[in-house]
């Protein structure tokens, strides 16, 4: 059972923006930053954002992410077909001994 | 450029040991500031994080699983290891080996995965 808890579903037509929201603690979100992933079908997640709101080189900037407090999000702007799949966001934990997190992911659709 | 490879059984027994080989090439596991781990993901369901390992040697476990999860690493051939005891249907899985910087949040890099079931 993660700590980080995302919303199992999210869908949008093309472009349309779509937001994911990622809520944590103080133990992780509030103490670390934060990483979002992208998954599609059948293949290693990639990774989408670093540092909070930093794209590695390659990613469009369609997509960005930001955070506050407990809280991470993800905005999808200017939605794309090949945007449909599952995206995950990460952090470490720092409660007693630290691990790594990811939250329970949200299914993005475009309609 | 970095290639992460897993190997290992692909069906393991109840209550044995699984145990998977990530083979790195384009990269030395002794380079300092980078995490070697490991992360799963049961048939149509999320991403667990199992494990890691610093170039250091400090080891770092999922709370879940630390009482059954040993990372290792052999230097002279470059690979590290899981070995994960007294698994069940529940260990079921797709297992990712995992490059993570410490210090360049941008290092992230994935092997394609290999599934893993258990079944008697």
């Known amino acids: 059972q993660s700590v980080l808890t995302q919303p199992p579903s999210a869908s949008g037509t093309p472009g349309q923006r779509v937001t994911i929201s990622c809520s944590g603690s103080s133990s992780n979100i509030g103490s670390n930053t934060v990483k979002w992933y992208q998954q599609l079908p059948g293949t290693a997640p990639k990774l989408l954002i670093y540092s909070n709101n930093q794209r590695p080189s390659g990613v469009p900037d369609r997509f960005s992410g930001s955070k506050s407090d407990t809280s991470a999000s993800l905005a999808i702007s200017g939605l794309q077909s090949e945007d449909e799949a599952d995206y995950y966001c990460a952090t470490w934990d720092d409660s007693l001994n630290a691990f790594y997190v990811f939250g329970t992911g949200t299914k993005v659709t475009v309609l | ?120």
């Not at chain 2, 002794?30 to 149509?44: E, L």
């Open chain 2, 1 to 120: 450029q970095l290639q992460l490879q897993e190997s290992g059984p692909r069906l393991v027994k109840p209550s044995e040991t699984l145990s998977l080989t990530c083979t790195v090439s384009g990269a030395s596991v002794t380079n300092s500031g980078y995490y070697w781990g490991w992360v799963r993901q049961p048939p149509g369901k999320g991403l667990e994080w199992i494990g890691d390992i610093y170039y250091s040697g400090s080891t770092y476990y999922n709370p879940s699983l630390k009482s059954r999860v040993t990372i290792l690493v052999d230097t002279s051939k470059n690979q590290f290891f899981l070995e994960l005891s007294s698994v069940t249907a529940a260990d079921t899985a797709v297992y990712y080996c995992v490059r993570k910087g410490a210090y360049v949040a941008a290092t992230d890099d994935w092997g394609p995965g290999t599934l893993v079931t258990v079944s008697s």
